[in-house]
């Protein structure tokens, strides 16, 4: 499975805690795109794609949700709902987010700028392509 969970270094003490992201470094690529999703609620799922080539580092800034991640061969589940937790995950893999908490906010690092006809949405494609390119 082309993914994994990366612990981040906390700079914390009584004021509060800090956390530093930077490419190459403690995020395995350069940093081409930052997002967020914020406002969510628990009703709606949303991902349901994989990238042809695209890495991410996903962080719950605040709140949780819960990650479904396949390969095509296996699929796994997984909550984030740490700050100092990113979920890393590579190219050809499969999300799907679901459980939002209210209010959940994830920020997603990219390593490449965003670019649509790289996504691949439709799951029987995706399984296609998997089979293909192996
Ligand atoms: P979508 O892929 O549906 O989000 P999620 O992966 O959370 O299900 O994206 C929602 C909309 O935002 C869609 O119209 C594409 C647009 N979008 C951008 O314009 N730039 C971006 O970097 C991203 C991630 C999405």
């Known amino acids: 499975m082309n993914y994994r969970l990366i612990n981040m270094k906390v700079f914390g003490d009584e004021r509060g805690k800090l956390i530093s992201l930077e ?3 403690n ?6 795109r930052v997002y967020y ?5 628990p009703d709606f799922e949303r991902g349901k794609h994989a990238h042809k080539n695209l890495e991410q580092i996903i962080i719950a800034i605040d709140g949780s949700c819960q990650f479904v991640l396949d390969d095509g061969k296996r699929r796994e589940e997984l909550w984030l709902n740490r700050p100092d937790v990113g979920l890393y995950i590579g190219k050809n893999m499969w999300r799907e987010m679901r459980h939002f908490s ?4 994830l920020m997603i690092l990219a390593s ?11 799951y029987d494609k995706f399984i296609e392509e ?4 192996f």
């Open 27 to 32: 995020i395995p690529f350069e940093i081409k």
């Open 23 to 25: 490419g190459n470094k």
């Open 112 to 122: 490449e700028y965003y670019d649509e006809k790289e996504y691949i949405r439709d």
């Open 37 to 41: 999703i914020y406002d969510t609620i």
């Open 130 to 133: 998997i089979n293909t390119s």
């Open 102 to 105: 209210y209010g959940c906010k």
